[in-house]
Every structure is written in C-alpha cells, then in structure tokens.
C-alpha cells in the first residue's frame, strides 16, 4: 500500500521525477518523460503496478528514522537505526546528460547492516510485465518501446517476478544501485558512475541555488520552493508541469483525480513571476521561449494548457486496472480541460509577459506581438462566459476572476503601448479597460453583502476573488476588496483558517458540475494571507503564513490541498501552484517586516 501523500520525497532531474516513501520505496516514476507512461506506478495501485524499495532485510517496510535534503539540492538521504547498526540510503537523480537514471547508493554509518533491494518493473502504469534478462552481467527489463538496465556491483536474481539483491553493509562501505532508460532497439546505456554522478549533481543544485537574490528570514522555505519548481522544469523546452503525478485525489476516495504532468499556463506564468523576483531569468526567458513555440502563429485558438514540448492533443483517459491512491477511482491519464475556455489565462500570459519585460529580460519582438494579438482576441471575447481559473466541468458562466484578469491583459497592454514599445489603439483599448472595470464592478459585486461574487448573478463566493488588489483591478484599501476578504474568511474558510476555492456540493453536483468535496486549496490560502498584509493586517498575515509553512511535510513539500478533516496532504504532489504562492507571501511579509523572528 502507498504511503501518505506527505510521506513522499521528490528527486528529480529536470526531464522526469520520482517519489520515494519514507520506507526507501520508489513508489513513481514515469520514464524518459514526465508524462511517459510509469515504469513504477505502485502509487496508484499496489506493488503488483511496480515499485523499487531498499531497505534494511527481514524487518519488513520501516519507515526511516531520518531523512533530510543535503542542504540545498535534490539528494535525498534516509537512515535507519536497526539492531545490527544504521545505514544510510543516498537517492538522486543527476540532471540529464545521456540517459535518464536513479541512482541509489547503500552507505554502512555503524555496524553491519543486513539490506535488501527488491525492484519490480511494470510498463505502461503497471500494465505490461516486461521480459528480464542478462546482458553481458547487466540486468535489463524490456517491454515493447522501453528498456530500463540495473547496475549494481552485488548478485541480483529472480523471484516471483522481481528482481532481488541480498547484501550487507559494513561501515564506510558504499554499493550503488543505479536503473537507466534507453529505447529498447537502442544500444545498451553507458555504465553509470554513481559517485561521480552525485558530486556533478550536488554541484548543480549548489550553484543554481546561488543565484537566489532572497536573503530574508523565510529563505529556506523560499529556496526549496524554487528547487521543487526548478525540479518541474523540462529543461530541453523550459515547460513547466504542474506536478509530477496523477490522479492523487483531492478528496480520498473521490473522484476528483486529474493529470497535472502538463504545462497550465496560467501555472507556468505565475511561477515565471516568482522566478523572475528571485533572481532567476534564465528560466524566465526558457519559458517564453517555450510559450511562443507553444502558441505558434494561432493566437486566436490559444489553449489553456499544453504538454511540455508544446503538444495540443492531451485526450483524456482512464486506466482501469489501477484502484487508484487509496482506492480513489477513476486514474486518468490526459487532461479534457485542454479544450476548455478560460478566459484568465489571457490575463496571466500578458502579466507574466509584462513582468518580463518590465525586469529587464532581453527583448523579444514576437513576445510583443504575441500580447496585441492575444489582446485584439480579448476585445472580441472578453464579455463571453467561461469555465473559469478551476476548470468546472458544469456549464459556461460569467466567472468574475475570468473578467478580472482580461482587463488585467488589457491593462498591461495598455501599459506597454504607453511604454513606446509597441504600437496599438491606446485610446480604443483605455476605453475597453473601462468598459471591463464598470462591467466587473456593476454585475460581479454584491452591494448588500459588501462582496464580489463567484459569478455575475450569483450568491456564492469564490477565493479567486483574493487576487483583485493583487493584480491591481482595485486598491488594497477599497471597501469592497475588504469586504470581500472578510466574507471569504467567513463563509470559505475551514476551522484552522485555511481557504477552500468555492462551495462544494457533496453528494450532489455544484458549480463545477461534480460530486464530493475537497481540501481546502493550500495556494488560495497563501493569497488570503497575502491580502491580509495588503490591508494592514500584517500580524494576522504573518501567522496564517507560518500556519501554512506547517503543513509542508518535513522535507518541505506540498501538495495541492490540506484535508482539514483527515489533518493529511491532498491532491497532486508537489504541486507548483502551492509553492508559487509561498514564495510571493515570503515575499510579501519580508518586505513589510512582518515576521516573528
């Protein structure tokens, strides 16, 4: 059975991820690609879906009595205290320069220490059983397409279709384990070198870490935050995924369970930002780049999301011979919101755009195209209903986040005209900015509760809402900004304070069009903790913030959404869209001096 969602380690190297458990199992890895299908999908299912765990021997799984980063990278140690001494299991992933590997190196600390590697390789998210075999003393496990070889200096051998090692640790001792991905009709892969591998990989994440320009009391926080959304960067494109998973519930049990190995830009473009405001513009400038492929000369048929290499087609399936996390049902692999229309996705583009330009980043004349074509798009749509910032899957509606942040593009655009930088109708596009402010401000808010609404004509209310004195639609000290802060503490926040994104049905089906509930969502929460500083509430601010901080497991990761119910993480995991948001708020409170120590 999976471990909880906060039991997880993420290792990575920029191309693809792993999950390791706490009881040294590789419970998830999808290879040569984040959105390959996974040769270990045990996170879904059970170990008969593929898993690899290391571990001390004949004790069974035991979760590690320690584990840490070390320091600032993505090299994973676990210890164990056992009877016969401790030993330490090193897990890493170094960033890609030939085939994709995980490596694993066993280090005696004290004693010697009976382990046991235990490696079965299912394809096709635990589908097909691959065919084992040797190959010049190398183990290799093939299946159609795919070939992944283990090397490892002690004896492997076969039973009930896993591969097994028995082996003992002495102190100082070290034995590496290291599986790598290769086509199958391709040679075998080069003979990894673990040692020099993790050097070469411990000095990447410690040089790109130097680059961070945060230095405030909240740097750690920040710093493995920016190393968890560097890890979901595909370097050879500058994509960005969402997460590294799918179908993790947002409810256990439920059935809301989506893919996120996908490139959302509305995602993408608000971790541009954070990057950007931390000192990283190489990454800034790789993602627009990859946006302008992406969007390619078609505008006007922009989508919402993209695969890493700019991929349109993300058809959505279910895979039925997985039970799912925790029995959570259906596992879908493909995202149907693709087709989707959200109209807020024009507005982070163009801000993100705008923040690119306005930092300094080298100039790209088609990036500037791009936002008068987006805009000229905008001024013909913008009055149309949508799904919206959460994907409903009910119907169209007149989102008032969505009309938000199309005169967020407007604004910018407005903005970079203004700027001498490009040429537009200045005068047509003021008046269309107005025209979207008056529309928002008459139809969207409700004058008797003091608050803006989910949608025009509706009661409800919706977290979304947080970001209007964000992206400047109106003054933090405006009496409706207020007043809509206040109703969502009221009537949207769950007993510990956190922020659910709009009222679920249950049993029934709500907005989104959708049975059940889910957490309460971790990045709306961070925003209500950024517009409590906004409006002076900076005390406030700063414990809801370090409230949050406390729901990162210990290696500092996040998911999607807190079960305030089931006190657990919820959702894909990490999830870009929490870490983003705790870098903006560290951001925040560090330059309004509100921190505690």
Not at 154 to 169: C, H, I, N, P, R
Not at 539 to 564: C, I, Q, T, V, Y
Request: aromatic content about 10%; hydrophobic content about 40%.
């Amino acid at each position: 059975m999976a471990g909880r969602i906060e039991d997880y380690a993420l290792i990575g190297d920029m191309q693809t991820a792993a999950l390791v458990c706490r009881d040294g199992t590789v419970d998830w890895l999808c290879l040569p690609r984040f959105d390959s299908p996974a040769v270990f999908a045990g996170l879904l299912g059970t170990e008969e879906h593929g898993y690899w765990r290391i571990g001390p021997a004949g004790e069974g799984p035991r979760a590690a009595d320690r584990r840490r980063y070390r320091g600032d990278s993505l090299v994973l140690e676990s210890e164990w205290d056992t009877p016969r001494g401790t030993v330490r299991v090193i897990d890493f992933m170094p960033p890609r320069d030939g085939a994709p590997q995980v490596i694993r190196i066993v280090e005696g600390v004290s004693g010697r220490v009976p382990m046991r590697s235990e490696l079965r390789m299912r394809f096709a998210y635990g589908w097909v059983v691959p065919w084992v075999h040797k190959v010049d003393g190398r183990t290799v496990a093939v299946a159609g397409p795919d070939s992944v070889w283990l090397d490892t200096s002690v004896e492997t051998y076969g039973k009930d279709l896993t591969t097994l090692s028995d082996f003992t640790v002495s102190p100082g001792e070290r034995i590496a384990f290291t599986i790598s991905w290769q086509p199958s009709h391709h040679p075998p892969p080069a003979l990894a070198e673990p040692e020099a591998s993790l050097e070469a990989t411990e000095e990447f994440w410690r040089e790109w870490v130097e680059h961070c320009t945060y230095h405030g009391p909240y740097r750690d926080a920040v710093v493995r935050s920016l190393i968890t959304l560097k890890a979901l960067t595909y370097a050879p494109t500058g994509g960005i995924v969402a997460a590294p998973t799918t179908s993790l519930p947002e409810c256990i049990g439920g059935i809301r369970n989506w893919d996120y190995r996908f490139t959302w830009l509305r995602d993408a473009a608000i971790t541009l930002s954070s990057l950007l405001r931390t000192g990283y513009r190489e990454e800034a400038r790789a993602w627009r780049e990859w946006l302008l492929r992406a969007v390619a000369g078609d505008p006007e048929n922009l989508q919402i999301m993209y695969g890493i290499a700019g991929e349109r087609e993300l058809g959505e399936n279910e895979l039925n011979w997985l039970p799912g996390y925790e029995d959570s049902r259906p596992v879908r692999v493909g995202n149907g919101a693709a087709g989707q229309l959200q109209l807020d996705v024009y507005g982070e583009v163009t801000e993100a755009l705008h923040l690119a330009h306005m930092t300094g980043l080298a100039r790209n004349d088609y990036a500037s195209l791009l936002q008068i074509k987006l805009i000229e798009w905008v001024e013909k749509h913008w009055d149309e209903p949508d799904e919206g910032i959460w994907e409903v899957r009910g119907p169209r509606r007149h989102f008032v986040h969505s009309k938000v942040m199309t005169w967020v593009a407007v604004d910018r655009t407005v903005k970079l005209i203004e700027s001498g930088d490009v040429d537009g109708p200045l005068e047509r596009w003021k008046d269309l900015r107005e025209t979207i402010h008056r529309d928002v401000c008459e139809k969207g808010y409700d004058k008797e509760r003091n608050t803006f609404t989910q949608s025009y004509g509706s009661q409800e209310l919706d977290a979304s809402l947080l970001l209007i004195p964000q992206v400047g639609f109106l003054p933090p000290d405006d009496k409706r900004v207020i007043g809509t802060i206040e109703a969502i503490q009221r009537e949207l926040s769950t007993e510990d304070g956190f922020v659910l994104r709009y009222p679920t049905a249950g049993e029934g089906l709500g907005v989104d069009g959708l049975e059940g509930d889910e957490g309460a969502f971790l990045a709306c929460s961070f925003w209500l903790a950024d517009d409590l500083a906004m409006i002076g509430r900076v005390e406030e601010a700063r414990k809801l913030f370090e409230k949050l901080l406390s729901l990162r497991n210990d290696l500092g990761l996040l998911a999607e959404e807190w079960d305030p119910r089931l006190k657990r993480q919820v959702g894909n995991f990490p999830q870009a869209f929490s870490h983003v948001p705790l870098i903006d708020t560290a951001l925040r409170l560090t330059a309004s001096g509100a921190y505690g120590g």
